[in-house]
Nanobody, 113 residues
Framework: QVQLVESGGGLVQPGGSLRLSCEAS????????MGWYRQAPGKQREFVAR?????GISSADYVRFTISRDNAKNTVYLQMNSLKPEDTAVYLC?????????WGQGTQVTVSS
């Protein structure tokens, strides 16, 4: 099993920045694709960014969101800049490998003045 714990969410003003962290434990290895998704109230979960073990990146917003990972620490990060009110959501970490997909509990990000 793999456990994922997100942190770093909070309240930020429009235009501000946040850095989310997701620490993985258990049967985790660099073969896992690590990703971030988000879900706003009343909306479907949507993809934010993901990163492979060797650093390959896909992102919904390459300008504002930067994903990175530290395999030695089993941690993935999401740097979010120029935040907008529509970025308000619960941000969830995902670890995916072949048939296995694990989710964290999420961390709330609220962008408001």
């Amino acid at each position: 099993q793999v456990q994922l714990v997100e942190s770093g969410g909070g309240l930020v003003q429009p235009g501000g920045s946040l850095r989310l962290s997701c620490e993985a434990s258990g049967n985790i290895h660099s073969g896992y694709i690590m990703g971030w998704y988000r879900q706003a109230p009343g909306k479907q979960r949507e993809f934010v960014a993901r990163i492979t073990g060797d650093g390959g990146i896909s992102s919904a917003d390459y300008v504002r969101f930067t994903i990175s990972r530290d395999n030695a620490k089993n941690t993935v990060y999401l740097q979010m800049n120029s935040l907008k009110p529509e970025d308000t959501a619960v941000y969830l970490c995902n670890a995916y490998y072949t048939f296995y997909s694990h989710w964290g509990q999420g961390t709330q990000v609220t962008v408001s003045s």
